[in-house]
């Protein structure tokens, strides 16, 4: 893509400059959503933007959309009542990985088992990053964050399979190394009739970076670009040589399911046609 | 043999939810709990009905939290549940307080703490209702005493948080909500409705939080063309954190209790009887107040002046009403279904000028009138 | 003394309890304008040995909520008569099912105890088991005039499934003539 061709998104900024670290990746995945809203030219009032709490819960502060930062974790399940309360709206969350898969977790699976027509950007920087690094759902085993000075001995979580295995219609993978990727299947996602989750691999080097010794920003970056394998380049790979490896690109698509909003509508139909009889 | 077609038997739970219906309630959320399901259970199958929207959420948090989305899109929006679920619904209510976003909470009250006894009645979440969630924030909340008035207490919380762009929350409890009563269901054209107030500037001059002196700031709903962000986070008039404004942070705070305070009087209803030469008053609620009422006539009957005191409006509490007769009175009797938390607030409002005595049961069962009876025949003889 | 009464249905789960308490409310309530109120045992212990519906009718409105000497027992087992005949008022009335019921006549020294055996008459007469808890209220009806026939009929034939109307004026009916016998003594 030629810089010419990169769409202006002046309009749905506002309030900046923002609270991110130098080096955060989060303004980078606000860019990618906010590129996927030009190219789809999504009515800018018909957006709603419902945002966790924590770094990536800020990104609302500096959008010039309707959108709130609610209570956290439930980012989901107010942004399950924008959409029901009115359909029109494209909804979109932006949210970190600890706000929805630890105390949103119940919410996620829910929102993914309904299949309601929302996007879900999971900022995944594998750590809580606002309060101070700790360890999240996410950290790998072995670890360092403030909570985990012995190293992680939690599990960890797989979003991906987790939105798979909870009904998610749309589920794909990218980082921030690859920022027109990541604008692209946002854009998709929004465009999917059913719930999309759009797992967008970040960094803080600030916190978990420095306790992990995994480098500044740049070199960060450099293991998301060397670390991330396209899942159609995946297809051709055997299973030794894809560990370590991270899926990225579109991962599961399932198109006819019913949407909720629409099986709402359907329950409506139902119960005015036994009305009428 | 035909019958009134306008008298339905309906249990407290029947009458919330066609009270909400009747109000203009087009969205429910709910988790299942005793004794609030049968609120959920009548909604889900009326409200579709009436084209309108019905979920049942993974949790009560859920629920609280999907009520306040969709009254973001202009939703008059609703969720019921009961201790343990209101509980878990504190965090969110803070928001929708701060955030200035309408909803109801009905919340029929069993006895607690913990999971306390599902199925029997209690007055506990008083004070829950009023300081459940962090911070220094004003509430409302009503308390019916009979099915007829369920109803017509949901249509007034609904037009309640409309109209102040805030939560309220309606206290009914195991009894009110269980069981049955023959009422008359009013006309529609007897019903007030009350919208939210709609912006009148263009999106462009539209602050969501401008507003000073007890004023309700208008609120336009996403997908009207408005474009307006808020936050949890204390916000400045336009919905945007101001954390580093002192000044602002203490305008905004207090903006939030002015807008219950000034208003007070339209939200505040108490039912006085035999207030007039009273010497005792009995100061009940709920379904502790029509044992309360059935007392007063037993009192009168043997030439004692009782009068009643029954709160409607719990929250903000009615001083200013209560105030007016402390020095007429030897005592207040203060029966309910807890140890004291109505008493407690009573007794800051009154002061210590008048004498303050409970009549409390914390062990499933309803205070009968001989027991407040007895409280008031002591009080004469004290 | 204005017209107040207060009932108390009682049996096991399944009985079709809660539904009596809830005809005779609609037929005070709804067909004759009387002031009524519905208590009732509510979830796990509805299910149990011993369920209850209490009913309050009164020409006056009604102020405290609970039945606290009820005028009226209707016992459909043993554990709800032995468990809810204790606050029965002075010469107030219990009807019972003999084949289900076993009463001890010192106990209800001072009532007037009616046995009827619901239970066979909606088996044998009426031909349908499940309406016992219909000619039981037909019973209660019969011995207290509290509320009209035609009102209790009315307020039955609404209750009823599709199909089954006949069926249960027919339990009602059997449910009169079985106390056609009893006269009250108070």
Known sequence: MSAAKIPDISKYLTRLPHIWCSGCGNGIVVGAMLRSLEKLNLEQSQVAVVSGIGCSGRAGTYLNLCGFQPTHGRALAFATGVKLGNPKLHVIVLAGDGDTLSIGGNHFIHACRRNIDVTLVLFNNSSYGMTGGQHAPTTPEGYKTTTTPYGNIDGNFDAVDLAKSSGATYIARSTIYHASQLSDLIAKGISHKGFSVIEAMTICPTQYGRMNKLGGAVEMMETLRKDAVSAKKAAGMDTDALKEKLLTGELYVKEGATEYTEAVQNVIAKAQKRRAQ | ?382 | MREYYEFRFSGSGGQGIMLMGQILSEAAGAYEMKNVVQTRSYGPEARGGACRSEVIISQDPIDYLEVSKPNFLLALNQEAFDKYLWDLQENGTVVIDPDLVTVDPERVKGFNVFPVPVTAIAKNQVGMPVTANVVALGVMCSVTGVVSRKALESAVLAAAPNGTEKTNLKALAEGYKAASGFNLDQ
């Open chain 2, 1 to 382: 043999m035909k019958r009134n077609d306008s008298i339905r038997v309906w249990t407290g739970n029947d009458a919330c939810a066609e009270g909400a219906i009747a109000a203009g309630v087009n969205f429910f959320a709910g988790y299942p709990i005793t004794p609030a399901s049968e609120i959920s259970e009548v909604l889900a199958r009326r409200l579709p009905e009436e084209g309108r929207t019905f979920v049942q959420m993974e949790d009560e948090i859920a629920s609280l939290s999907s009520v306040v989305g969709a009254s973001f899109t202009g939703m008059k929006a609703m969720t019921a549940t009961s201790g343990p679920g209101f509980s878990l619904m504190q965090e969110n209510l803070g928001f929708a307080i701060e955030a200035e976003i309408p909803c109801v909470i009905v919340d029929v009250q069993r006895v607690g703490p913990a999971s306390g006894v599902a199925t029997h009645p209690s007055q506990g979440d008083i004070m829950q209702a009023r300081w459940g969630t962090h911070g220094d924030h004003p509430i409302i909340a009503l308390a019916p005493y009979s099915v007829r008035e369920t109803y017509d207490l949901t249509i007034r919380a609904v037009n309640l948080a409309e109209k102040y762009r805030s939560p309220v929350l309606l206290l009914s409890d195991a009894v009110i909500g269980h069981m049955s009563e023959n009422m008359v269901v009013p006309a529609s054209d007897e019903i007030e409705i009350i919208n939210r107030t709609k912006p009148k500037v263009s999106p462009e001059e539209y602050k969501p939080y401008l507003a000073v002196g007890g004023e309700v700031p208008p609120m336009a709903s996403y997908g009207d063309g408005y474009i307006w962000h808020t936050t949890g986070i204390i916000h400045d008039e336009t919905g945007f954190p101001c954390t580093s404004n002192p000044n602002m942070i203490d305008f905004q705070v207090r903006r939030l209790h002015d807008k219950i305070a000034f208003n007070r009087d339209d939200i505040v209803t108490v039912d006085m009887r035999q207030m007039d030469d009273a010497e005792i008053a009995v100061v009940a609620m709920g379904s502790v107040a029509r044992s309360a009422v059935k007392a007063v006539k037993m009192a009168r009957d043997r030439g004692i002046k009782a009068g009643l005191i029954r709160l409607v409006t719990i929250w903000p509490f009615p001083d200013e009403e209560i105030i007016q007769y402390t020095s007429q009175l030897k005592a207040f009797v203060v029966p309910e279904l807890n140890l004291g938390q109505i008493q407690g607030q009573l007794r800051q409002t009154v002061e210590g000028r008048t004498k303050i005595v409970g009549v409390n049961r914390i062990d499933s069962k309803l205070i009968t009138p001989e027991q407040i009876l007895e409280s008031i025949q002591n009080e004469v003889k004290a």
